[in-house]
Nanobody, 124 residues
Framework: QVQLVESGGGLVQAGGSLRLSCAASGRTINSFAMGWFRQAPGKEREFVGTLSRGGGSTYYADSVKGRFTISRDNFKNTGYLQMNSLKPEDTAVYYC?????????????????WGQGTQVTVSS
């Protein structure tokens, strides 16, 4: 069993940056691949990116490639989503998730555990 808790969301102006955190408990963070998703009002949950179990590989959605970076701190058992050059269309609730499956997992149903989400709002 894995418990995930996101934090770090908030309100930021377009062009700004935010770093989201995903604190894991129940298992070590290097025992699963971590994914990030987002869901805007009225839209389906959307894949953002994922970090492999070994930590050496990442895979991103085209919409965030070059702007967002996923990383983790094994000592803190915490994953991160660094978001730069934010745009109003990045506004959403952001979720971290964990999967025991293959990398890269880009669909919601590939993931076994989910956090509660954190709101990110980007103003124009």
């Amino acid at each position: 069993q894995v418990q995930l808790v996101e934090s770090g969301g908030g309100l930021v102006q377009a062009g700004g940056s935010l770093r989201l955190s995903c604190a894991a408990s129940g298992r070590t963070i290097n025992s699963f691949a971590m994914g990030w998703f987002r869901q805007a009002p009225g839209k389906e949950r959307e894949f953002v990116g994922t970090l492999s179990r070994g930590g050496g590989s990442t895979y991103y959605a085209d919409s965030v490639k070059g702007r967002f970076t996923i990383s983790r701190d094994n000592f803190k058992n915490t994953g991160y989503l660094q978001m730069n050059s934010l745009k109003p269309e990045d506004t959403a609730v952001y979720y971290c998730a964990a999967t025991n499956g293959l990398f890269p997992a880009t669909k919601s149903h590939n993931y076994d555990y989910w956090g509660q989400g954190t709101q990110v709002t980007v103003s124009s």
